[in-house]
């Protein structure tokens, strides 16, 4: 019994600081984009609000699962693209609802770039926690497991939360100075990141080992063209700075 409850307790350790620690790391990265940085009570409300969605996301998504072996639609333990897709709307429109509800309403969204920073900002506060729940069961497995899933997580997963809420972000920044086109982007914007959140976790799920690694190269590709695009949009906020 004993051995048991330090079995969960080191697990629950291991899996906050593995999962929690790079998000954070992952944030300070991206924060230096910015050339006006927030404040930081609005970042640290924008981040905890992305963990707050995390459970709102599991429930829509256990439930649309469960819709959908009721209606025949989805077999047991099969993953079809129609489910992906519907799992990719709940996470990346709940990411998108944290962001505006914490930062995009407030007085210090105040220049374009700052949309992108505060949807990453809040994707990653999805990703560390969803990233603690699931390292949590891999590290009960056995450590080493827990480590490469943490690592595999990091290179994956939570980037890609990065670019698919920076694709939103971008989208609302490139219409700052056009506010009636500001939800028709932010629409569009969602509708990309749903899909290419949709077929990564489809290859993911389709790929043998090696194919996993191609599709790691395609999101490190995308954060890469973020990086551009950053350039892009600072210039943007150059011109009311």
């Not at 629950?12 to 009570?41: N, Q, Y």
């Not at 999805?126 to 891999?138: G, R």
């Not at 990141?193 to 790691?216: P, T």
């Amino acid at each position: 019994m004993a051995q048991e409850a330090l079995l969960i307790a080191s697990s629950t350790v291991s899996a906050i600081l593995i999962g929690f620690l790079p998000a954070v790391l992952w944030l300070w990265f991206w924060l230096k984009e910015d050339p006006h940085p927030e404040p930081r009570r609005v970042l640290a409300a924008t981040f905890l609000a992305g963990m707050i969605v995390v459970p709102v996301a599991l429930f829509l998504e256990k439930t649309a699962y469960y819709f959908l072996l009721k209606w025949g639609m989805a077999n047991f333990g099969a993953f079809s693209f129609s489910l992906f897709l519907i799992w990719a709307g709940i996470e990346e429109y709940l990411k998108y609802f944290a962001a505006k509800i914490a930062a995009l309403r407030r007085a210090s969204f105040d220049e374009p770039v700052d949309a992108p920073i505060y949807l990453i900002t809040a994707a990653l506060g999805f990703a560390a926690l969803e990233n603690i729940f699931f390292l949590f069961k891999t590290f009960l497995a056995t450590p080493e497991f827990g480590l490469i899933t943490g690592e595999m997580r990091f290179l994956g997963a939570t980037l890609l939360h990065i670019v698919t809420s920076a694709i939103v972000g971008m989208s609302i920044a490139f219409s700052f100075f056009h506010p009636e086109k500001r939800s028709r982007n932010a629409f569009g914007g969602l509708m990309l990141a749903i899909l290419l959140h949709a077929l990564f976790n489809l290859f993911i799920i389709k790929s043998e080992e090696s194919g996993i690694l191609n599709v790691f190269i395609f999101v490190w590709i995308g954060a890469i063209a973020l990086l551009f695009f950053f350039e892009k949009i600072k210039k943007i906020s150059n011109i009311i700075k």
